[in-house]
């Protein structure tokens, strides 16, 4: 039998998918589980008749493939993968490659790429977005790691990407060491933001304005025509549309309490790491932690007050000023998650494609949407650009939502009706557009109880300052550092 072209270990639905994926496009799949029957069950299953052969252990997959080997590892992210990389090892050999497609925290890819390099092999760290759909026909692939390790998994990438419309792959090499689980993490970071954004929508066409779940289906429709054109504005009008076994609108039935599982929280904290104000995505994964307190709302709904919902103006209009709030707010979603990049970028000395980057989320995966090549655009256009709002065409597009997204944002706080997202991308404008903000108060605030020093108005910068506040202090300051 001939040498397989790859490993792949793990045979949940993703990997499953992935292995099919790869043998459709004229490769052939070595695959492994740890528990041996799946392995079986999948052979003479779904991969009956195809170019996947089943191995029933580490030996048997690594003595199954071609060198430079290459094993790609599709299983839960932390200890599982560190576990796997120990048993590959003694068995690989200079040169061959090993992949991680799991959804890994990025600072333990840097140092599972160290480690791996020093024993002479190479390790990618893959980000893969499109869930089961996008693992069987075409996923959004971000790669990062091992450079020499690129030229020899490309050809199976680029083959099993999707693609855009000129047939340009959604795989590239991102970077090195974390970079590519980093940019995933990133993506899963906004794709909170845009989550949440269009559930703040839906909640205010609902409570507001009394749509129903079949008037949301139409205008949801609708709005995936034209500029906010994307996958998950296409699966809520599918959702919406969704009838349970009463005829009655399915997603009424569905208990509002979110489950996550971390990325959003990596981005967040990241984020604190970076000192960079990624407030909407940090509201999205708060929004989440809200929604899981539901014994907690359903008891402070009978002891708390507020304003009842009652809207008396014209309700298409308003439905028009939601989708233009929406819009400029995703555009400051991405706006603060591309800051996000070139600030770790910087950290980190990873040299990051920016426009290139677009193109790998422009298919296959969660956030896809016709928005993406804008922002492509303007980084090939600008490729020092420091915020996506400084950009031309987003900065015209932003100005044109603003009255629309001020009366959205003032309208729903009047009403009572929560809209986080929506108030926070607003909010970080108004700050980002706002040369004098009130943080000289608390930096007196600072100084007067911790001794922390100032910088003036009418020095240099760099120049730090200290004030006896009550003339008892002293003239001693604390050292000065910023975040």
Known sequence: MPKADLGLIGLAVMGENLAINMESKGFTVAVYNRTVERVREFVEGRAEGRNIVGAFSL??????LKRPRKVMLMVKAGRPVDALID????????????????????????????????????????????????ALHGPSLMPGGSSAAWPQIKPIFQAIAAKVEDGSP????????????????????????????????????????????DDMHAVFK?????????????????????????????????????GQKGTGKWTASTALDEGVPLTLI?????????????????????????????????????????????????????AQGYALMQAAAKTYN???????????????????????GEIKRAFDSNPKLTNLLLDPFFRSQVEACQESWRRVCATALANGIPVPAFASALTYYDGYRNPRLPANLLQAQRDYFGA??????????????HTDWTGKGGSTSASTYNV
């Open 350 to 372: 990873w040299n990051l494609n920016y426009g290139g980057i677009a193109l790998l989320w422009r298919g296959g995966c969660i956030i896809r949407s016709a928005f993406l």
């Open 282 to 334: 940090g509201e999205a994964v708060f929004s989440r932690c809200l929604s899981a307190l539901k014994e907690e709302r359903v008891n402070a709904a009978q002891l708390l007050q507020g304003p009842k919902p009652h809207f008396t103006g014209d309700k298409q209009a308003f439905v028009e000023d939601i989708r233009r709030a929406l819009y400029a707010s995703k555009i400051v979603s991405y």
């Open 222 to 258: 609708e709005w995936n025509a034209g500029e906010l054109s994307s996958y998950l504005i296409e699966i809520t009008a599918d959702i919406l549309a969704y009838k349970d076994e009463d005829g009655s609108p399915l997603v009424e039935s569905i208990l509002d309490t979110a």
């Open 170 to 213: 959604c795989a590239d090499w991102v970077g090195a060491d974390g970079a590519g689980h980093f940019v995933k993490m990133v993506h899963n970071g906004i794709e909170y933001g845009d989550m949440q954004l269009i559930c703040e929508a839906y909640h205010l066409m609902k409570e507001l304005l009394g749509l129903s779940a």
């Open 87 to 134: 048993q590959l090892l003694p068995l690989l050999e200079e040169g061959d490659i090993i992949i991680d497609g799991g959804n890994s925290h990025f600072p333990d890819t840097i140092r599972r790429t160290k480690y791996v390099e020093e024993k002479g092999l190479l390790y990618v760290g893959t980000g893969v977005s499109g869930g089961e759909e996008g």
């Open 59 to 64: 030996e048997e997959l690594v003595g199954s």
């Open 452 to 465: 922390h020093t100032y910088e003036r108005i009418d020095r240099p910068r760099g120049e730090f300052f």
